[in-house]
């Protein structure tokens, strides 16, 4: 077996070719870490803390690193796809709850598509035609479903190609910013003044969940396990300076938009940063800032649509949903079902939810998965030893992981918790009705191969 071929899956396959470098690596985590979200939940971190945006966003990064060394540390311990799912089956054997992992980052993809949904629709898409907010919020996820369902072609060099767009309207915020403040038109002295009508403390530990949103990208790192060249070098080493590029970016997007317009015009804005560039004065058209931002909301959308369709079929080929969700189109080859099913939760809740609270329900939902990965972990790390080299942390590391996770969760509101309960509760039936049916259906096989063999049994038996 030569070094460029992945090591033999559970089940004794042949892993996949490792083709992708440690710099090709760092690029596609960059680009799906700086995606939609800081165009979107500015505004929604200004009205918690004012004008110090920085701070809640140094509290995500924190928490960011800290959960990104346990799956450092994971990842190159079992580099197969899978994420977190995989890794709690491993640290506890129970089916049920490795169903539930999965689920629920099968939920935070919808979540999330539904709440860029509305992002779209929101101030950005205005800037270039003026169109009621719901509807076209239905139309996108539709337009995008059609798209998931002729089939998408993720090359990385397509991912390279929106990343650059998304961060081109990110350069351009950070240098409309540093352009007003050399000119002596910004007021810096905003960057330290908090919410008049929200205690700080509060208000920085409510931002940091919305912030917490902007780092995400573990999960999608994960599943590119057995493409890597060289994991065990090359996953740190990107999935750190991913996370540190990021948080400068974001710090300085954060830093520039404050400076430029004040956090009360922030706030009330759903497309806070196109504010910004028109705020500036320096002639940026509105129109060419507001398609850089739909090309990014769109390109986070659609792969995390893809993402929960493609988790969907997975769990139903593992027989942890019901059949159904296994029907592929004939022709296209792509999971329909699972398709429709995503773009109908998707549509019901854009309808019924906020940017924010979209967002806050993301977190919640991936805060659950990372604290079940960071448990599995400190299992892991007693129960399962592998024979080939890999990154490791130390165990305090998922130690403070777990608390910095446990105390973000005690921040969310009991709306946002009601609707991750909604979601167990959902998967849970879904998981019963799976065990049931195939159950059935096991029977039903088993008498039918009885039945067959009994005439054969019968004509030999003697007389």
């Known amino acids: 077996m030569t070094k460029d071929i992945a090591p033999p899956a559970p089940g004794g396959k042949i892993g996949l070719k490792r083709a992708v470098g440690a710099p090709l690596l760092f690029a596609f985590i960059v680009g799906d870490t700086l995606g939609a979200g800081i165009y979107t939940l500015v505004g929604t971190m200004a009205d918690d803390v004012g004008g110090v945006i920085w701070l809640p966003l140094i509290i995500a990064l924190v928490v960011a690193l800290l959960t990104a060394g346990t799956y450092a540390e994971l990842i190159t311990k079992y580099p197969h796809a899978g994420g977190a799912a995989r890794y709690v089956d491993r640290a506890f054997s129970i089916p049920y709850l490795s169903f539930l992992v999965g689920f629920l980052m099968m939920a935070s993809g919808i979540t999330t598509a539904a709440a860029l949904a509305n992002a779209f629709a929101g101030d950005y898409l205005g800037a270039l035609i003026d169109v009621p907010q719901m509807p076209a919020a239905i139309v996108f996820i539709i337009l995008l479903t059609l798209i998931n369902l002729r089939g998408v072609r993720e090359s990385l060099a397509a991912n390279l190609i929106a990343s650059v767009i998304e961060v081109t309207g990110l350069v351009i915020v950070i240098v409309i910013a540093a352009i007003v403040l050399g000119s002596g038109n910004g007021e810096p002295a905003r960057i330290f003044e908090f919410a008049p009508d929200v205690p700080p403390l509060q208000g920085a530990f409510a931002a940091s969940i919305v912030a917490f949103f902007s780092f995400l990208g573990f999960e999608a790192a994960a599943n590119m396990a057995e493409e890597v060249k060289d994991p065990s070098k090359a996953y740190p080493r990107a999935l750190f300076g991913a996370i540190i590029t990021a ?32 705020a500036s004065g320096l002639g940026v058209p509105s129109w060419l800032f507001g398609l850089i931002a739909l090309v990014a909301i769109a390109n ?24 159904v969700f296994e029907r592929v189109l004939p022709k296209r080859r792509t999971p329909w079902v699972s398709i429709l099913v995503v773009a109908g939760a998707t549509i019901l809740l854009s309808l019924i939810g906020d940017v924010a609270t979209l967002a806050e329900t993301t977190v919640l ?66 998981f019963l009705v799976a065990r049931y049916t195939r159950k059935r259906g096991d029977d039903r096989e088993s008498a039918r191969s009885e039945a067959a063999a009994a005439p054969g049994d019968a004509a030999s038996a003697p007389e």
């Open 365 to 430: 939902l991936l805060l659950l998965v990372f604290l079940s990965a960071n448990v599995s972990v400190l299992v892991l790390k007693k129960k399962d030893k592998v024979d080939h080299p890999h990154f490791t942390v130390p165990r305090i590391v998922p130690v403070l992981a777990i608390i910095a996770s446990i105390a973000l969760l005690t921040q969310q509101s009991w709306t946002v918790w009601l609707g991750a309960l909604a979601y167990v509760a959902v998967g849970s039936v879904l």
């Open 300 to 323: 986070g959308a659609l792969l995390f649509m893809v993402m929960a369709s493609r988790v969907s079929y997975g769990l139903a080929t593992a027989g942890l949903l019901p059949r």
């Open 247 to 278: 948080a400068v970016v974001y710090l300085l997007i954060a830093i520039g938009a404050v400076i430029v317009l004040p956090p009360a015009d922030l706030a009330e804005s759903s497309g806070p940063l196109l504010d910004v560039v028109a």
